[in-house]
């Protein structure tokens, strides 16, 4: 008997020692040296004096810091709802594809999901570049429009000057895009295939346009997956590095990527410690409220009979 | 018009047909082009010149670029057998007890899903140059530790949360029956409830795979000089400029991982088939 009780508590601690010690010691302490270092400042090249000062985070309040965080949101936001835009139409399409086709769609969206993140933000920058294919593309029709215009007697156009598409906010937003839409549309997906498809159907036959359906019957029905959807893409967003990092310019620089300056250029760990906590904070905010709204789940799922 | 399709086929709407295809087109034309261009037998980038080998045959013969496979394939792989191991065991913990402070530990082991990875990269940073220095002098694949330490402790969740699902459809009586013939917690482990979860367990073990292969921001951080792996090399030659070399090397990293997707997605199958 007693060995019995025994062996269970010695089969518990085999199970339950390995995981919890490498995430306390492996996860956890590091993000809480991290948490520690945000209270601290530089003393010296490498000495970092955790004096408990409030001085890093009031510092990340500053106008500068608080516009980066600013524009990250912005930029974040924007991916999302892009991405909500233009993922939307894809998952509803899937939902009503046939079955073949439901799984080759699903491949194909979690297909660049797969692919290394370096290398889709690399092709991004073939296709976008001053000598990339969209501006090889543009001077293509520029020349033959040239061409037809000298054709029918008109002064040709002049020389063809390559659109600046790299290294600007705009390309960070279509990087963005381009990364995160697997995120938002296999929510959605998920969210609008547990719809009950005879409600869309009375809807159509008592009258409503399909505009007004969606609008009325289908977001609010799938408005759970679909908030969820938002935070999944938002979350990422907004700690990305590699897209602005790689596409943008100067000017377009988020959070994540001023944190990394401020532990390689810079120097400034405790900073960088500090804005990384901001960063997380943010983050944790965003799932809080996703759980906050999935909460009302059933209950909505109570409302559809 | 409504008259001539169902209300919801929305895929015969041609408006909706357009759509998809811009939308696959933009995510699919960047990576076409990007493999393609990697057999073109020019320097510059856009205009295609005829078919060539040339790119992979001076990637076979760049020794850094080697070296950066080699280590990353050996991270990959190390990683995905400790984040098995503890993943595995994460899921039978929260699946199998009840004890106190439940919740907080369900919490820690989802918490590095969340975390940015800027974030993870930055703890990493901090604790391998402050906390536990890495001795640089070991040799390989020594030398990689670190590397494999963070990978698997953004790894491990996953393969926890793949194992939990499949945990979640065995049914308990099943052990008891073991036990019950005089089966000890190790033999019913074994011999019942790891035959249950191999499909997880291989399906987790090619994403943890996959997400080791992937990952560039945390390696970023944790990476010395003499511990580079692929994506940090390739995120080096890439910054100065964009060449057909890096091209191949994408290309050869990408069919890597559609190779393992297929395999997971094989082994998935399979285990539909069977339960």
Known sequence: MATRTQERRLTFLATALPPIVWVVVFFLAPLAIVWAYSFGQNQGLTEVDISGTFANYTRALQPLYLGIFAKSIFVAGLTTLLCLIVGFPVALSIVFASERWRAWMLLLIMLPFWTNLLIRTYALIAVLRTEGYVNFTLEWFWTNASWLMTLVGLQPLGDFTPLQLLYSNTAVVVGLVYVHLPFMVLPLYAALDRLDKSLIEASLDLGAGHIRTLLLIVVPLALPGIISGIIITFVPALGAYLTPDLLGGPDSQMIANVIERQFKKANDWPFGAALSFLLMYATFGAIALRAYFSRGKPASGGHGI | ?275
């Open chain 2, 1 to 275: 018009m409504a008259l001539r399709r169902a209300p919801l086929e929305y895929n015969r709407m041609w408006q909706m047909r357009v759509w998809l295809f811009a939308v696959f087109f933009f995510l699919y034309a960047p990576l076409i082009a990007l493999v393609a261009f990697s057999f073109n037998d020019s320097k510059r980038n856009t205009v295609w010149r005829g078919f060539t080998f040339k790119y992979y045959d001076k990637l076979f013969n760049d020794q850094d670029l080697l070296v950066a496979f080699a280590n990353s394939l050996t991270i990959a792989l190390v990683a995905m057998l400790i984040s098995l191991v503890i993943g595995a065991l994460a899921a039978v913990l929260l699946w199998r007890y009840r004890f106190i402070g439940k919740t907080a530990v369900e919490g820690a082991f989802t918490l590095p899903i969340v975390v940015p990875e800027i974030c993870m990269g930055v703890a990493m940073l901090l604790f391998f140059t402050r906390v536990l220095p890495w001795p640089n002098n070991l040799f390989w694949p020594f030398n990689l530790g670190s590397i494999i330490i963070a990978h698997v402790s953004f790894c491990f969740p996953f393969v926890a949360l793949v194992v939990g699902a499949r945990l979640a459809s065995f049914n308990k009586e099943q052990e008891e029956a073991a036990r019950d013939l005089g089966a000890n917690d190790w033999q019913a482990f074994r011999d019942i409830l790891l035959p249950h979860i191999r499909p997880a367990l291989i399906a987790g073990g090619l994403l943890a795979f996959t997400l080791s292969l992937d990952d560039f921001v945390i390696t970023f951080f944790t990476s010395g000089p003499d511990t580079i792996t692929f994506p940090v090399k390739v995120y080096s030659m890439l910054r100065f400029s964009v060449t057909p070399e890096v091209n191949a090397a994408s290309t050869m990293l990408i069919v890597l991982t559609i190779a393992v997707m297929a395999l997971m997605m094989v082994v998935q199958g399979r285990a539909q088939k069977k339960g």
